[in-house]
């Protein structure tokens, strides 16, 4: 009856430690022995587990306060299981475990069992719920083993061992320490360890970094960082990931050669001869450092590398302050200076380095180095001019530049009268229907009140000039001008064919340029009184100076 007593008890406690949780701390144990004889045992309800040596009572954490004495008929009623050692295997449970500092270590290979100092002799089978009560700690992983005979280093992994080849390796690695032990000796000799390693049936190639692993996302960030694909070994996947995983390693943007001040930028396997250091700066290479690699000796060049680059779709940018604008058409291209030689054909992926600016400017205020007098202002209507085409007066003007009756939405205002010549004589009729005037920076405009100017009227102050240069004068006859009104967002190309207002009028009517009647009657129509537009509009020299006259529609 106690017999049976005790099988029901145990299978009770069994299950219950079937549903506890797991204990986070070294389990205390009933212990059992008898007077006479110095045999402990681990007692549960269904048997007693001999404690196989001291070796075994140090490693289980076992203590002479847990001890109980109880008598010999007692002790022989408990039926005897087999001895707890330091290594065994709980039934039902293929794994083996070893006990530690009072923790449970799951075997993970023959090897690490065997170099750690075990013997598959010491190796029992007992029942979970004895196991059960150790906290699990880490897996007991292939070992670094020197070796007495030759006092090299190895990593053991895959039933070979792998030789840690320098003191860098060792450190990339993170090792902590290793066993001596002459079974190494017996062991087959695989290839060296190294930095640079892939997991056994896994294809990624990873930098082992101060104890991570960086993988390497391309052939160039192998070489180009001064590696080499025979550098790389296949190591066990529990070695390798054992280490965390952190950043990628990217290859370098920019490479020189061994003993060469020439630096290239590498994309795709191609390297581009990078031009200037203001090429250098715009790109922003050197917030992203370089490298040296004699492997660069052997990449195909796609050219030299400036401010100006072509993407597969055809679109040209302009790289400035490490960020890129879209230069949108050839006549910008050519009004901002730039030079189809010094365009470079690159991969769009090269924008990655770089953040989006929009699309460069169609107009500036600086063009070869004159600005323009006005980016905003009101706009004064002028009067047709005669032209080179022989026209003398108001009829043969019309007749022969077929100025319209009447306007869009300035009615008569279109045949105001013909202003005879103006600041730069008589136009090309191609220019003077869509002319503008200013007071350009061919001279210095003043005012006076002595009427030397002949241009005082309704006392109002004389505009007169002084220091005017011819060659000025002519450069900027014809030059293309851009007119916007924001109201309506009608845009319109006009050409420097005239010069003025006064300055007074400027003053108080806020009129700061003047627009052939056809320009007036595109962009303002109906807003245009006596005074001037009431629209304010918006001024400023075309990049593209080929761009056609009239009516803009971009």
């Known amino acids: 009856m106690k017999l049976l007593k005790n099988l029901l008890l145990g299978i009770g406690l069994f299950l219950l430690l079937l549903v506890l949780p797991a204990r986070t701390q070294a389990a205390t144990f009933d212990l059992v022995k008898t007077s006479s004889r110095p045999e402990i045992y681990i007692n549960m309800p269904w048997g007693r587990y001999h404690i196989h040596d001291q070796d075994t009572w140090n490693r289980w954490g076992l203590s002479w306060n847990m001890v109980r004495v109880i008598g010999e008929d007692e002790m022989k009623q408990i039926p005897q299981g087999p001895d707890v050692t330091k290594a065994l295997r709980p039934f039902g449970d293929p794994t083996v475990y070893v006990v530690e500092n009072q923790q449970m270590r799951a075997v993970t290979s023959a090897e690490a069992f065997i170099l750690a100092g075990y013997k598959w002799s010491d190796v029992t089978n007992v029942e979970p719920a004895i196991t059960a009560q150790l906290p699990r700690g880490e897996d007991l992983t292939a070992s670094v083993v020197r070796s007495p005979k030759d006092g090299r280093i190895y990593y053991i992994s895959g039933g070979q061992k792998h030789h840690i080849t320098s003191q860098f390796v060792w450190d990339e690695w993170g090792f902590a320490g290793y066993i001596d032990s002459s079974l190494v000796d017996n062991i087959p000799t695989g290839s060296s360890l190294t930095n640079l390693v892939r997991a056994i049936g896994d294809p990624t190639v990873w930098v082992i970094d101060h104890g991570v692993r960086r993988g390497l996302p391309s052939p160039d960030a192998l070489l180009l960082n001064n590696y080499s694909w025979s550098d790389v070994v296949d190591a066990d996947p529990a070695l390798v990931y054992s280490r965390p995983i952190s950043d990628i390693f990217w290859a370098p943007t920019t490479v020189s050669a061994p003993g060469s001040l020439a630096l290239y930028y590498v994309e795709n396997g191609v390297k581009y001869l990078v031009k200037d250091t203001d090429t250098w700066t715009n790109w922003g290479f050197n917030r992203l450092g370089f490298n040296i690699s004699p492997a660069i000796n052997n990449y195909p060049s796609g050219g030299t590398l400036t401010r100006l680059m072509r993407t597969p779709d055809g679109t040209v940018w302009r790289v400035k302050d490490q960020k890129y604008k879209a230069v949108p058409t050839a006549g910008i291209f050519s009004g901002y200076g730039f030079s189809w030689a010094d365009v470079t054909n690159l991969p769009t992926s090269s924008l990655s380095l770089l953040t989006y600016d929009g699309v460069m400017e169609y107009i500036t205020t600086n063009l070869n180095g004159i ?62 229907k869509y002319y503008i005037t200013m007071r350009w920076n061919y001279t210095d405009w003043y005012e006076d009140n002595d009427g030397s100017c002949n241009s005082s009227t309704d006392g109002k102050l004389d505009t007169c000039v002084r220091s005017l240069s011819n060659t000025l004068k002519s450069w900027h006859l014809g030059k293309k001008v851009i007119v916007s009104n924001p109201r309506n967002g009608r845009k319109l190309v006009a050409a420097v064919g005239e010069s003025g207002p006064a300055i007074w009028v400027t003053r108080e009517q806020g009129v700061v340029a003047g627009l052939a009647p056809e320009a007036i009657d595109y962009l303002v129509g109906m807003n245009y009184n006596s005074l001037g537009s009431k629209d304010t509009l918006e001024y400023g020299w075309s990049v593209d100076q080929n761009i056609s006259l009239g009516p803009l529609n971009w």
């Open 371 to 432: 600005e323009i007098p006005a980016t905003l202002g009101r706009v004064g209507l002028e009067q047709h001019l005669l032209t080179k085409s022989g026209d003398t007066d108001n009829i043969s003007h019309y007749a022969l530049t077929n100025v319209p009756n009447t306007g869009e939405t300035i009615g008569s205002q279109i045949r105001n009268g013909v202003a005879g010549t103006g600041a730069f004589g008589k136009l090309d009729a191609s220019i003077e």
